[in-house]
T-cell receptor, first 112, second 112 residues
Framework: DGGITQSPKYLFRKEGQNVTLSCEQN?????MYWYRQDPGQGLRLIYY???????QKGDIAEGYSVSREKKESFPLTVTSAQKNPTAFYLC???????????FGPGTRLTVL | DQQVKQNSPSLSVQEGRISILNCDYT??????FLWYKKYPAEGPTFLIS?????DKNEDGRFTVFLNKSAKHLSLHIVPSQPGDSAVYFC???????????FGTGTRLKVLA
């Protein structure tokens, strides 16, 4: 059945290490998004991609990188340059012509 | 600068009564608004949306009202049910951008 998967659900990393969060969708959606959620805050946009091989910075892109080599996949790398990486990360996809986003279950990243 | 604001962090309502969740925005260029519902440790799910050419949209127990002059929208849930207990986010976008600004969320608790 179709959907968006994010793995792993929980991720721990040591300070100074890069880590890549996976996001895969089989909904055939063109657009994909990465958000982070911190306690008491809304979803803040990190990066988004409207089409394969193209992506744009969101509001808080510093310390993050993405790639969009395949329609189904939009991995997010949290680099050591991200000063406060501990957060809940959400991936979403959106079909062309619609404003409705479909979210994955999220990955909680904890930096030790 | 918070362009989309949900000033009530939490709301408690008795089962069967009406729940009213509010959202204010500052950017008059926003023309499409969405409400999402989120349970803990899960991704948000789409609830209902409204275009700026309308002032009301209804879907079952959920109705969204838009007051463009006041830059205000509200989500009404009637009747409220315990399963509605979740965090509700409003989001807004400008024409053709498909980039969404989320509010900070309101935690609704429906008391049985």
């Amino acid at each position: 059945d179709g959907g968006i998967t994010q793995s792993p659900k929980y991720l721990f990393r040591k300070e100074g290490q890069n880590v890549t969060l996976s996001c895969e969708q089989n909904l055939n959606h063109d657009a994909m998004y990465w958000y982070r959620q911190d306690p008491g805050q809304g979803l803040r946009l990190i990066y988004y991609s409207q089409i394969v091989n193209d992506f744009q910075k969101g509001d808080i892109a510093e310390g993050y990188s993405v790639s969009r080599e395949k329609k189904e996949s939009f991995p997010l790398t949290v680099t050591s340059a991200q000063k406060n990486p501990t957060a809940f990360y959400l991936c979403a996809s959106r079909p062309q012509g619609s404003d409705t986003q479909y979210f994955g279950p999220g990955t909680r990243l904890t930096v030790l | 600068d918070q362009q989309v604001k949900q000033n009530s962090p939490s709301l408690s309502v008795q089962e069967g009564r009406i729940s009213i969740l509010n959202c204010d925005y500052t950017n008059s260029m926003f023309d499409y608004f969405l409400w999402y519902k989120k349970y803990p440790a899960e991704g948000p799910t789409f609830l209902i949306s409204i275009s700026s050419i309308k002032d009301k949209n209804e879907d079952g127990r959920f109705t969204v009202f838009l007051n463009k002059s006041a830059k205000h929208l509200s989500l009404h849930i009637v009747p409220s049910q315990p399963g509605d207990s979740a965090v509700y986010f409003c989001a807004a976008s400008k024409p053709g951008t498909y980039k969404y600004i989320f509010g900070t969320g309101t935690r609704l608790k429906v008391l049985a």
